[in-house]
């Protein structure tokens, strides 16, 4: 995980909106990380953590619509503060009040 933090760093856009994802909660008995340790994980990087299961359904729409969410708010921020460069505003949606 620092590895990646360090490439997205590195070669991202600033201001990308990661997150942290643990998947096969549903897989308790062969869990490799605890959730404590990615969930501190997490915050020293200041992103969210979601545990997931495809399997059983577990959060997974949950973490994909938080990020759609996350990257629809920050886009309409820099078009009400016009920092999205030329023709920034044209067909952004607003995102709904939560």
């Known amino acids: 995980i620092q590895n990646w933090m360090k490439s997205i760093k590195e070669n991202a856009s600033a201001g990308v909106e990661r997150l942290l994802i643990g998947n096969k909660c ?3 008995g062969k ?3 605890q959730r404590d340790a990615a969930e501190k994980l997490a915050k020293e990087h200041g992103i969210r953590f979601f545990e997931t299961s495809a399997k059983s359904s577990v959060n997974v729409e949950e ?3 938080t990020l759609a969410r996350d990257i ?3 886009s309409s921020r820099k078009v009400v ?3 999205g460069g030329a023709g920034a505003g044209g067909g952004v949606p607003r995102p709904a009040p939560p």
């Open 26 to 28: 549903d897989m308790e």
């Open 31 to 33: 869990r490799k990380v």
């Open 63 to 65: 973490a994909f619509s």
């Open 72 to 74: 629809l708010q920050k």
């Open 81 to 83: 503060s016009g920092g």
